[in-house]
Nanobody, 124 residues
Framework: QAQLVESGGGLVQAGGSLRVSCAAS????????MGWFRQAPGKERQFVAG????????DYADSVTGRFTISRDNGKNTVSLQMNSLKPEDTAVYYC?????????????????WGQGTPVTVSS
């Protein structure tokens, strides 16, 4: 059974940095693009960043471009999101997801496995 487990969330002050990681037991991890999404209270889940199967292609939401970096280690079945210059509006539960495709997608329906989420709170 596929499983994604996020870790690394927490409380940080505005301007600070945090790294969230996802350990995947998905059998097809190395064949799947991976993505990070987030959901703030009362808001819809939104795309944050995606990375292709090999890691050679990445995509970011406009709101995090230049501040967040997604990476993956296929040897360890992990995907990470380094978040710098954090803002209060980055506060949300962060989810990692495995895609049906080898290319990153911004569409939630393109991802068929999801983690349980890890909360990130940025204080002003």
């Amino acid at each position: 059974q596929a499983q994604l487990v996020e870790s690394g969330g927490g409380l940080v002050q505005a301007g600070g940095s945090l790294r969230v990681s996802c350990a995947a037991s998905v059998r097809t991890f190395a064949a799947s693009a991976m993505g990070w999404f987030r959901q703030a209270p009362g808001k819809e889940r939104q795309f944050v960043a995606g990375i292709s199967r090999t890691g050679g292609s990445t995509d970011y939401a406009d709101s995090v471009t230049g501040r967040f970096t997604i990476s993956r280690d296929n040897g360890k079945n992990t995907v990470s999101l380094q978040m710098n210059s954090l803002k209060p509006e980055d506060t949300a539960v962060y989810y990692c997801a495995a895609s049906r495709s080898i290319w990153p997608s911004r569409a939630i329906h393109d991802y068929n496995y999801w983690g349980q989420g890890t909360p990130v709170t940025v204080s002003s």
